[in-house]
């Protein structure tokens, strides 16, 4: 059964920074790409990043410009999204995905695994 665990989310001024971590079960982690979505609310769900089974691919959607990065570490099978200069319109839950590919994708159909999501709120 293959478990994905967001944490690291909460409430932060604009500007500030958090670091979202997401450990994952149930499946080899590093064979498989990974992935960091957001929806906001009355909003669709967004690609924010995602990440190749070794790290060497990272891409990014276009609104972070520079300001997140997404990482891994495959001996703690936990893949992480450091995330600066943050906004008020990041405000959002978060969402670490899977994929039973070691590719990765932006398209959310690409993901076959879903974390239960962690809130993240950018005060202004």
């Known amino acids: 059964q293959v478990q994905l665990v967001e944490s690291g989310g909460g409430l932060v001024q604009a500007g500030g920074s958090l670091r979202l971590s997401c450990a994952a079960s149930g499946r080899t982690f590093s064979s498989d790409a990974m992935g960091w979505f957001r929806q906001a609310p009355g909003k669709e769900r967004d690609f924010v990043a995602a990440i190749s089974w070794s790290g060497s691919t990272t891409f990014y959607g276009d609104f972070v410009k520079g300001r997140f990065t997404i990482s891994r570490d495959n001996a703690k099978s936990t893949v992480y999204l450091q995330m600066n200069s943050l906004k008020p319109e990041d405000t959002a839950v978060y969402y670490c995905?899977?994929?039973?590919?070691?590719?990765?994708?932006?398209?959310?159909?690409?993901?076959?695994?879903w974390g239960q999501g962690t809130q993240v709120t950018v005060s202004s």
């Open positions: 995905a899977e994929r039973s590919s070691a590719v990765a994708a932006s398209a959310e159909r690409a993901y076959d695994y």
